[in-house]
């Protein structure tokens, strides 16, 4: 593309962003109005136009999701070779790979492993143990979430302590310091470590930051609004010698203050840099004037509300933006899955085009069993991801040993998986006894070798201990040898992954799950042109990095179910919005704190800015919320919004579109490629599992009894009675036991 080209597609505000080459630009505009867009023509502009080398551009974005894309964009306009130099990701993938070069300057190794919230969750269970705290009592949860916050502000677990006050901070403030050391024993960081431990390298370590300075003399952040203090830093850092800082962002988008965004940082920008080039941007290219003026009249209510800007669009007004109130949450989740349907079968919409977007995870779950009802073929994002399953976790725990034995969490979580009988007993007593030695996990075990050495266990855990060990230590030197993918189905071999499998659960499940495991040796395919010793490490890392969004994959011609939260920065031709009803948007917890309200708010609006050709709402009168039937109302926000933007449709008795309609529509419409996994129809099952009368359990809903079943295609659909209402389930989904009497 040529530099005309390049410019031809922008409005003269936003060539003005891209133009402005030098020194501090602030791009402060509403969505959809090219921010994103004039973030990646800006990176082509300074290398096709100015000459700057790709190798010298750093840009950062808030998801993985986010990242790829603008990587594909930017190789659409600039090709592969070029796209390749640059530095495009997310500011924790960025600061893992700095780290993984540069950590050794703190006096730390370069094989540390990263902790996700899982991991982290295990460790401060243990620390909880160590110091005899009872976890019922003191949520690992929500120390953990002081912790966060705590080091995203940059404060030390010896500051933390100095200015503890109540006696939740004491707590949190004795947890920090001993997880802090138990997580530098295991050599491990967890996700704000990777920010702060680059925040501190670059401030104690001029030099170092002189290297970067050196290489980065071009910086673009997106989404700048919800950056936290320690990403603040980070920038400042990087910008400081050469100025050429340039983000773009919207205040009335942030919505991750629960995770230290602080808003201050876009709207003191011009405070920090006096000689900022400010620019704004009004035309909005994504949505009709219809939900461009539903929205705006929610955000302009807000009290926190500075300055109101006005978006524009040449788009057309567009259809009037639907709200639906439904009879129940069933209801609600029937309505958008059929609206779908219609589209679809208009011919006005694919799959792909739609987005069906919540405030809470848990959603999601009535949502998807609509869509399988109709057989459309469906995604959730940040759902049980793939990564999060405990069978992959388990074998991702077995290779992260393998690359780093000291990784206590991941040894504990497998020493006894596959069964080899170490109980729990004697896991405690080796945990007790590392710390007492105050070493690793595995380090203790490497003592037990050793004759001569005193240890707490009876001979037969001392030998179940001693071959584990064995185990890790030889799979530790075959990584440096054995290419990944081998070393994955060696190590599978060994522990006797699939056997265990199939001992661990019934068949189905277990061919589900061992699939899972072969799925991610799968990954290790992308490894194979690595140098051996590199590829175990590079892969655990792109692991470790995976973010919420990164199942989206828009190649896919499947509708998306997606939290508001992460649906930042997308866009959809049809959205809806789920749950627009007080105690979930906003949610129960925010009622009370008006800034917290206005975050809600704010989350709404990023949600409705989302739709390009159409938008529904949507609430329920009645919602099953943890375990009980609630009496619902809809949103406050909703009155913000003025009755004639919006077109009222009440309860029809939508119901989830039958079988038989769905399966003709696939067959028509959809290759075998476009069918989801879990969508692909299967044979019949020969024989109904249950039958009338039975007694049945599921997990959430609790006892049962069957009322009716029907074998359909690929499944069984069982009507059974729960406590509160009636269910129609499918077998294969909802995971139903029997229950004998008596
Ligand atoms: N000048 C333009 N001409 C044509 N299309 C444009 C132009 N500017 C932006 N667009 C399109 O408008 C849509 C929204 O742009 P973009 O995603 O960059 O907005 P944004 O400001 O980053 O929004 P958000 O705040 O939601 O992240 C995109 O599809 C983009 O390609
Ligand atoms: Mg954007």
């Not at 953990?144 to 030390?156: G, Q």
């Not at 800007?309 to 639907?322: A, E, P």
């Not at 074998?395 to 009988?421: C, E, F, H, K, T």
């Not at 920065?569 to 008006?594: K, W």
Request: negative net charge; aromatic residues 8%.
């Amino acid at each position: 593309m040529t530099t005309t080209d390049l410019l031809a597609n922008l409005n003269p505000q936003q060539q003005r962003a891209v133009t402005t080459v030098t020194g501090p630009v602030l791009v402060l505009a509403g969505p959809g109005s090219g921010k994103t867009r004039v973030l990646t023509h800006r990176i082509a502009y300074l290398i096709d136009e100015v000459g700057v080398d790709p190798l010298q551009i750093l840009a950062v974005t808030f998801t993985n999701k986010a990242a790829r894309e603008m990587r594909e964009r930017l190789m659409a306009l600039l090709g592969e070779a070029i796209a390749h130099d640059l530095t495009v990701g997310t500011f924790h993938s960025i600061c893992a790979r700095w780290l993984r070069r540069d950590i050794v300057h703190l006096g730390r190794e370069r094989d540390f492993v990263i902790y996700d919230t899982d991991d982290q969750e295990r460790l401060l269970k243990r620390v909880l143990r160590e110091l005899n705290l009872n976890e019922k009592q003191h949520l690992p949860r929500a120390i953990l979430s002081a912790i966060s916050h705590a080091k995203n502000e940059l404060v030390d677990p010896e500051e933390f302590a100095r200015h503890a006050r109540t006696y939740f901070d004491e707590i949190v403030a004795r947890c920090y310091a001993r997880y802090q050391a138990l997580l530098y024993e295991s050599n491990a960081l967890d996700f704000d470590d990777l920010l702060g431990e680059t925040v501190r390298l670059f401030s104690n370590y001029p030099a170092v930051l002189a290297e970067y300075h050196q290489r980065y003399r071009f910086l673009l952040v997106d989404e700048y609004q919800d950056t936290n203090r320690a990403q603040y830093l980070l920038v400042r850092a990087l910008a400081e010698r050469d100025r050429n800082l340039f983000v773009v962002g919207d205040e009335a988008q942030s919505i991750y203050a629960w995770r230290g965004a602080d808003i201050r940082n876009i709207l003191q920008f011009e405070h920090d840099y006096p000689d900022a080039t400010v620019i704004m941007l009004e035309q909005n290219y994504r949505s009709t004037q219809a939900i461009l003026d539903a929205a705006q009249a929610l955000i302009n209510a807000s009290p926190q509300r500075k300055y109101a800007k006005r978006l524009w669009t040449t788009n057309g007004t567009g259809d009037q933006v639907v709200l639906y109130e439904a009879a129940n949450d069933e209801d609600e989740a029937a309505f958008a899955v059929s609206e779908i349907m219609r589209l679809i079968a208009e011919g006005t919409a694919r799959p792909g085009d739609c987005a069906i977007m919540y405030r809470m995870n848990a959603q999601s779950r009535l949502v998807e069993e609509a869509l399988i009802q109709s057989h459309l073929p469906y995604q959730v994002i940040g759902g049980v991801r793939f990564y999060e399953r405990k069978e992959v976790k388990d074998v991702l725990a077995y290779l992260r040993l393998v690359a780093n034995p000291y990784d206590s969490v991941s040894l504990q979580r497998v020493i006894n998986w596959p069964g080899r009988g170490i109980g729990e007993r004697t896991v405690n007593e080796l945990l007790v006894w590392a710390t007492r030695l105050g070493v690793p996990l595995y380090q203790a075990l490497s003592e037990l070798a050793d004759e001569t050495t005193e240890y707490p266990f009876a001979a037969r855990a001392r030998n179940a201990l001693l071959d584990f060990y064995r185990l890790i230590g030889e799979f530790h030197s075959l990584r440096q040898r054995m290419p990944l993918g081998e070393l994955i189905d060696y190590l599978l071999m060994r522990i006797e992954a699939q056997a265990t499998l199939y001992q661990e659960y019934e068949a189905e499940e277990a061919e589900d799950r061992w699939r899972n495991v072969q799925e991610l040796r799968n990954a290790a395919i992308n490894y194979a042109n690595l140098p051996i010793e590199h590829q175990l490490a590079a892969f655990l890392e792109d692991i470790a990095l995976v973010a919420d969004t990164d199942t989206l994959d828009r190649n896919n011609d499947v509708v998306t179910c997606i939290t508001l939260h992460q649906a930042k920065g997308l866009e959809f031709p049809y959205v809806f919005v789920l749950g627009v009803e007080e105690g979930l948007l906003p949610h129960s917890r925010s009622t009370n704190d008006r800034n917290q309200l206005e975050e809600e708010r704010r989350l709404l609006y990023v949600g409705m800015t989302r739709a390009q050709r159409r938008l529904y709402l949507s609430y329920a009168a009645q919602r099953a919320m943890f375990g009980r039937v609630t009496v619902c109302s809809r949103s406050r926000f909703l009155a913000d919004i003025p009755p004639t933007s919006l077109k009222l449709l009440r309860r029809r008795g939508y119901r989830a579109v039958t079988v038989s309609q769905t399966t003709m529509f696939n067959q028509r419409m959809l290759t075998p490629d476009h069918h989801d996994k879990r969508t692909t129809p299967l044979p019949l099952p020969r024989q109904a599992a249950f039958v009338p009368g039975q007694r049945v359990y599921h997990a959430t809903f609790g006892e049962g009894i069957v009322v009716s079943s029907r074998l359909i295609e690929g499944d069984e659909e069982v009507t059974v009675r729960f406590a509160d209402r009636e269910r129609r389930l499918l077998a294969s989904f909802a995971r139903l036991q029997p229950l004998t009497d008596g």
